[in-house]
């Protein structure tokens, strides 16, 4: 299975494509889509909307996992991420991409079985997931890495359940 993981975000969507199967995780691709401050947020969002569109293209994944907003302390942001959000979504509908969606406390917990973890020990259990290999530069990219992680783990604890 193909998992595409977002981090979405106005300014940086951070994206990665794992392959999971028989309980090994690979990291295929990973990277961002950067937008400039000084641009029209309409010409941000269409922007996001054109390379994400490439990506699944390019990817062809199975699934999505993306963050759920769930809790934002700066209210300037919410609202920039979540405009950028709908449009990875639109995307998402427009090529067929079933979606789940996780909040950040529920990557944390299921990571590193504590929801409120730090950046640092999320990194460190998604490099000991995908087998020590470097990870990315950018948090953005690190955080779509757990998600789709996060996602891998969600789907063999419902297959378990059924």
Request: glycine content about 6%.
């Amino acid at each position: 299975m193909k998992i595409l993981g977002i981090d979405p975000g106005m300014a940086i969507v951070g994206y990665s494509l794992i392959n999971y199967e028989n309980d090994n995780l690979i990291l295929e691709a990973s990277g961002s889509i950067q937008t400039s401050k000084g641009v029209r947020e309409s010409a941000r969002l269409l922007e996001i909307y054109n390379d994400m569109s490439t990506v699944i293209e390019t990817y062809k994944p199975d699934v999505c996992a993306i963050e759920k907003l769930f809790f934002f302390r700066n209210r300037t942001t919410v609202m920039p991420v979540a405009h950028a959000r709908g449009v990875i979504l639109t995307v998402l509908e427009k090529f067929d991409i079933p979606v789940a969606e996780y909040t950040p406390i529920e990557v944390k917990q299921v990571l590193t079985g504590y929801g409120r973890a730090d950046k640092k020990e999320v990194e460190q259990m998604v490099k000991i997931s995908l087998g020590g290999i470097d990870l990315p530069k950018l948090d953005d990219t690190v955080d779509s890495i757990a998600i789709a992680i996060c996602h891998t783990r969600s789907c063999v604890k419902q297959a378990a359940m059924v």
